[in-house]
C-alpha cells in the first residue's frame, strides 16, 4: 500500500514557474514508477510525466517537453515535478500516482494522491 500526498500548487503567472511534490508513505517507494498526471475543467486526466524507479529514465508528454521535468529521491520518498515555462493551458488539477511499470494510461496506475490545484494566469 502506497499513500501520496502532493504539495506545491497555486497561482502562477504565464510564463512562471511552479514545483510540485508528492510524498510517499511505505518503504517501497523505491520499487514504484511514479507518474505525474493533470485534469482541467471538463476534460479528461491526461498523462503528464513519469520517472522510473531509479530516477534515470523519464518520459515527458509532447505538451510538456522541453518546460517540464520529473524527478525523485527515494531516500525522501518523494518525487518532484518542475514546472517552467508555464502557459495558461496548464490550469488543472495535478496529481501524482505510482505503478509498478512506467506506463502513461490513467487506469495503468495503482495508487493516486488527492490532487493540486495549479492555475496560471495570462
Known amino acids: 500500500q502506497v499513500q501520496l500526498v502532493e504539495s506545491g500548487g497555486g497561482l502562477v503567472q504565464a510564463g512562471g514557474s511552479l514545483r510540485l511534490s508528492c510524498a510517499a508513505s511505505g518503504r517501497t517507494f523505491s520499487m514504484y514508477v511514479m507518474g505525474w498526471f493533470r485534469q482541467a475543467p471538463g476534460k479528461e486526466r491526461e498523462f503528464v510525466s513519469a520517472v522510473s524507479w531509479s530516477g534515470g529514465g523519464t518520459y515527458d508528454a509532447d505538451s510538456v517537453k522541453g518546460r517540464f521535468t520529473t524527478s525523485r529521491d527515494n531516500a525522501k520518498n518523494t518525487v518532484y515535478l518542475q514546472m517552467n515555462s508555464l502557459q495558461t493551458e496548464d490550469t488543472a488539477v495535478y496529481y501524482c500516482?505510482?505503478?509498478?511499470?512506467?506506463?502513461?494510461?490513467?487506469?495503468?496506475?495503482?495508487?493516486w494522491g488527492q490532487g493540486t490545484q495549479v492555475t496560471v494566469s495570462a
Open positions: 500516482a505510482a505503478n509498478r511499470r512506467l506506463q502513461v494510461e490513467v487506469q495503468g496506475y495503482d495508487y
